[in-house]
């Protein structure tokens, strides 16, 4: 799987976007971009992955740059529940449709502490 | 429904003692990882299971680490001869596999071990 470089820390003023980036220059073509996020205490919690188009759920939306080298993601309206470390993950596809045979680990780096304040 | 279920929580133990971690998946989940988390970094991969069988163990530290998943629901983390470097947050995680499920990993809040 590709490494990511992340950010160490970032911070947010509440009801404003956060915007987290990631890059991933040596993504390969059949590698997907996933985000996760862990807030204190618990364990990580899946946000959003996407291939090369921009992706958006009710949690967030991700914007992958057209070469694929990097992206980012945006939590529209950020709360002061979003506090949480961000883990920008990149892995080959795991699922069978996208010719994915791989159902294995996620590589975790260090992450980004997101911290929103009032 | 519930989630994965970590336990216990916490568990506190002595150099050289056996232990034993339990993970309950999400019910029908077929996959299911174990990783662990020492404090300050993000959580590294132990081993994973497609049903029974432990499909990449290639994160287990050494021998005395072992997982198994004997009825291919829950799952038993069982770590020997502890040493305090051992002490961690252990996460389970689990998953649906095949087409359509993306994969998604969920997580339980983890047992947190403390070897003294």
């Known amino acids: 799987d590709a490494k990511t470089t992340q950010p160490p820390s970032m911070d947010c003023a509440e009801g404003r976007a956060a915007n987290l980036p990631c890059n991933h220059s040596?993504?390969?073509?059949?590698?997907?971009v996933y985000w996760y996020r862990q807030i204190h205490s618990q364990g990580p919690q899946y946000i959003i992955h996407g291939l090369k188009n921009n992706e958006t759920n009710e949690m967030a939306s991700l914007i992958i740059t057209e070469d694929r080298k990097s992206s980012t993601l945006i939590l529209p309206h950020a709360t002061l529940r979003d506090t949480a470390v961000y883990y920008c993950?990149?892995?080959?596809?795991?699922?069978?449709?996208?010719?994915?045979?791989?159902?294995?680990?996620?590589?975790f780096g260090q992450g980004t502490i997101l911290t929103v304040h009032p | 429904g519930a989630g994965v279920s970590q336990t216990p929580s916490n568990k506190v133990t002595e150099k050289g003692k056996y232990v034993e971690l339990r993970c309950d998946p999400i019910?029908?989940?077929?996959?299911l990882y174990w990783y662990r988390q020492s404090l300050g970094q993000g959580p590294e991969f132990l081993i994973y299971?497609?049903?029974?069988?432990?499909?990449?163990d290639s994160g287990l530290p050494n021998d005395r680490f072992f997982a198994v998943r004997p009825e291919g629901s829950v799952s038993t983390l069982k770590i020997q001869r502890t040493e305090r470097g051992d002490s961690a947050v252990y996460l389970c995680?689990?998953?649906?596999?095949?087409?359509?499920?993306?994969?998604?990993?969920?997580f339980g809040a983890g047992t947190r071990l403390s070897v003294l």
């Open positions: 019910s029908g989940h077929t996959a």
């Open positions: 995680a689990s998953s649906l596999m095949g087409a359509g499920s993306k994969n998604i990993q969920y």
């Open positions: 299971f497609q049903g029974t069988g432990a499909a990449d």
């Open positions: 993950i990149v892995r080959v596809a795991p699922f069978p449709e996208a010719g994915g045979t791989s159902y294995g680990k996620l590589t």
């Open positions: 040596t993504i390969s073509g059949n590698e997907y």
